[in-house]
T-cell receptor, first 110, second 116 residues
Framework: SQQGEEDPQALSIQEGENATMNCSYK?????LQWYRQNSGRGLVHLIL?????REKHSGRLRVTLDTSKKSSSLLITASRAADTASYFC??????????FGAGTQVVVTP | EAGVTQFPSHSVIEKGQTVTLRCDPI?????LYWYRRVMGKEIKFLLH????????ESGMPNNRFLAERTGGTYSTLKVQPAELEDSGVYFC??????????????FGPGTRLTVL
């Protein structure tokens, strides 16, 4: 069974707008990570948030974590066409195995 | 420093044929992972090597899949015989450290496998 589930499944916005996507997970975690996959390319690690953190920023990215609700959100501010990609949240087990959600497909139009 | 590389980038084969995917991890990374994304679905774990040993192969779908990592360097994933449902993108990742406290896995570009 998948650990992380993202919503929405797809998101279409215009450049300059913000994009928000959510992720829910099922088990206790030590950290949660977000990845991006551009079409035809590999996964790129975006940000890691630890279970004792509530919010983290990296450039135009803002991640929140609510362990009581077992959920996380990723906000991309001032989106650009280059942000068009699939975004995945993932949790890890003790050996580092990543468990991904189905992902959110984000399309940013100029 | 070179990242994780995978070969081929794309493979188109017919049902029943054999395909071998290769992954070269970042030099010095003991941990190597294989994942797969079937069309439109989530990315699923296949297996994890620590050096040349299989630490976890719980995600391997069936015995048509065979993974090896001879000498603890590059890894191969063989599908024999391939079925239609094997189509998807196969990702390889490596990391220096395993464990839940910190784990950044560096992913390769993936191999897109199409089984006709």
């Amino acid at each position: 069974s998948q650990q992380g589930e993202e919503d929405p499944q797809a998101l279409s916005i215009q450049e300059g707008e913000n994009a928000t996507m959510n992720c829910s997970y099922k088990t206790s975690i030590n950290n949660l990570q977000w990845y991006r996959q551009n079409s035809g390319r590999g996964l790129v690690h975006l940000i890691l948030i630890r279970s004792n953190e509530r919010e983290k920023h990296s450039g135009r990215l803002r991640v929140t974590l609510d362990t009581s609700k077992k959920s996380s959100s990723l906000l991309i501010t001032a989106s650009r066409a280059a942000d068009t990609a699939s975004y995945f949240c993932a949790t890890t087990d003790s050996w580092g195995k990543l468990q991904f959600g189905a992902g959110t497909q984000v399309v940013v139009t100029p | 420093e070179a990242g994780v590389t995978q070969f081929p980038s794309h493979s188109v084969i017919e049902k029943g044929q054999t395909v071998t995917l290769r992954c070269d991890p970042i030099s010095g990374h003991d941990n190597l992972y294989w994942y797969r994304r079937v069309m439109g679905k989530e990315i699923k774990f296949l297996l994890h090597f620590v050096k040349e040993s299989k630490q976890d192969e719980s995600g391997m779908p069936n015995n048509r899949f065979l993974a090896e990592r001879t000498g603890g360097t590059y890894s191969t994933l063989k599908v024999q015989p391939a079925e239609l449902e094997d189509s998807g993108v196969y990702f390889c990742a490596s990391s220096q450290e395993a464990g839940d406290t910190y784990n950044e896995q560096f992913f390769g570009p993936g191999t897109r496998l199409t089984v006709l």
